[in-house]
C-alpha cells in the first residue's frame, strides 16, 4: 500500500528559486492538505483541498501555491524562495474531511532547506 | 482560536516505566482529539482519536488515552515503555465544523535502558 507519496524526500534551495513539492495518493481520497512542521513547533495548514479542482487557504499560506486538477495529486508550489520557508511539509489525505474527527493519512514529510 | 497545550517538550523514561505524556486543549466545546506519533525521518502515524462515546481510548502499539472534559485534556499513557516508543508525539485536535488539525508543540520521548 503506498499510501501518500510526497516527492522529493530532501531538497536545497536557494533564495529566490521556485520548486514544486510531489503529493499523490492512491486511497481515492477526496480531501487532501500541506502542512508545514518548524523546529519544536507543532504542524501549520497551508492549504487544503476537498475535491478536484477546488483548494482554499490553511493558515500560512503565504508564499504558497496550489492546484488540484486530479482527484490523486496535490502538489504545493514555493514561488520566490525565503530562508523562512525552510521546514519539512507533510502532504496528508483523508477520505471524507475534518470537522467530523475523521482521519488524515500523512506522507512522509520533504525536508526542504532555503539557503 | 483553539490551541493546544503540550506540557513538556520532552520527556524522559526507564524502559518498564509508565509514560505519560500530557495534552490540554482550550475550547468551550469539546473538539475531536488525536495523538500522532511520528519516528525519525518519518511521517506522523495515528496512534489513537476519540470522537464520542468512552472517554478512555486505546490505541496502537499499548497506548491509551483519556478524555477529560472538566479538566480539557486529552493525556497519553502506557504502562511499560518499550525502547522502540522513542519518537515524537503530537496531541492535535480537530475543533467541530473546522478542516484542519490543530497541533501541539510535541513531546520527544526518549527511553532509557
Known amino acids: 500500500n503506498a499510501g501518500v507519496t510526497q516527492t522529493p524526500k530532501f531538497r536545497i534551495l536557494k533564495i529566490g528559486q521556485s520548486m514544486t513539492l510531489q503529493c499523490t495518493q492512491d486511497m481515492n481520497h477526496n480531501y487532501m492538505y500541506w502542512y508545514r512542521q518548524d523546529p519544536g513547533m507543532g504542524l501549520k495548514l497551508i492549504y487544503y483541498s476537498v475535491g478536484a479542482g477546488i483548494t482554499d487557504k490553511g493558515e500560512v499560506p503565504n508564499g504558497y501555491n496550489v492546484s488540484r486538477s486530479t482527484t490523486e495529486d496535490f502538489p504545493l508550489r514555493l514561488e520566490l524562495a525565503a530562508p523562512s520557508q525552510t521546514s519539512v511539509y507533510f502532504c496528508?489525505?483523508?477520505?471524507f474531511g475534518q470537522g467530523m474527527g475523521n482521519t488524515i493519512y500523512f506522507g512522509e514529510g520533504s525536508w526542504l532547506t532555503v539557503v | 482560536a483553539q490551541s493546544v497545550t503540550q506540557l513538556g517538550s520532552h520527556v524522559s523514561v526507564s524502559e518498564g516505566a509508565l509514560v505519560l505524556l500530557r495534552c490540554n486543549y482550550s475550547?468551550?466545546?469539546?473538539?475531536?482529539l488525536f495523538w500522532y506519533v511520528q519516528y525519525p525521518n518519518q511521517g506522523l502515524q495515528l496512534l489513537l482519536k476519540?470522537?464520542?462515546?468512552?472517554?478512555l481510548v486505546k490505541g496502537i502499539n499499548g497506548f491509551e488515552a483519556e478524555f477529560k472534559k472538566s479538566e480539557t485534556s486529552f493525556h497519553l499513557t502506557k504502562p511499560s515503555a518499550h525502547m522502540s516508543d522513542a519518537a515524537e508525539y503530537f496531541c492535535a485536535v480537530n475543533p467541530q465544523g473546522a478542516q484542519k488539525l490543530v497541533f501541539g508543540q510535541g513531546t520527544r520521548l526518549t527511553i532509557n535502558p
Open positions: 496528508a489525505s483523508s477520505l
Open positions: 476519540y470522537t464520542t462515546g468512552a472517554t
Open positions: 475550547s468551550s466545546v469539546p473538539p475531536y
